[in-house]
């Protein structure tokens, strides 16, 4: 089983900053993906971010040049950085992680969101 827990999130006026992390622990051989998510109220969840084993990125258009993700392979740990904050980021951010377990069996996992809000 794979556990994804993150941190990171709280409140922070527009123009500010946060940092959201994602460690990934459990029965994992190889993570071939993790990603960032959100879901803002009254909205489907979209993909903010993505990074796969070979550090391709992938980032949705409005985060482009604000936010960064990135990776400790060692930690299984993702990150994601994020700069002038704006109200329309306002979302739960959910981590993800597809991957291998060490019974050679693939999964898909997920966190349980952290809350961003951002202030104007």
């Known amino acids: 089983q794979v556990q994804l827990v993150e941190s990171g999130g709280g409140l922070v006026q527009a123009g500010g900053s946060l940092r959201l992390s994602c460690a990934a622990s459990?029965?994992?051989?190889?993570?071939?993906?993790m990603g960032w998510y959100r879901q803002a109220p009254g909205k489907q969840r979209e993909l903010v971010a993505a990074l796969t084993s070979g550090d391709s990125t992938k980032h949705v258009d409005s985060a482009k040049g604000r936010f960064t993700i990135s990776r400790d392979n060692a930690k299984n740990t993702v990150y994601l950085q994020m700069n002038n904050l704006e109200p329309g980021d306002t979302a739960v951010y959910y981590c993800?992680?597809?991957?291998?377990?060490?019974?050679?069996?693939?999964?898909?996992?997920w966190g349980h969101g952290t809350q961003v809000t951002v202030s104007s």
């Open positions: 993800s992680a597809m991957g291998i377990t060490t019974r050679l069996k693939s999964f898909e996992a």
């Open positions: 459990g029965s994992i051989e190889r993570i071939n993906a």
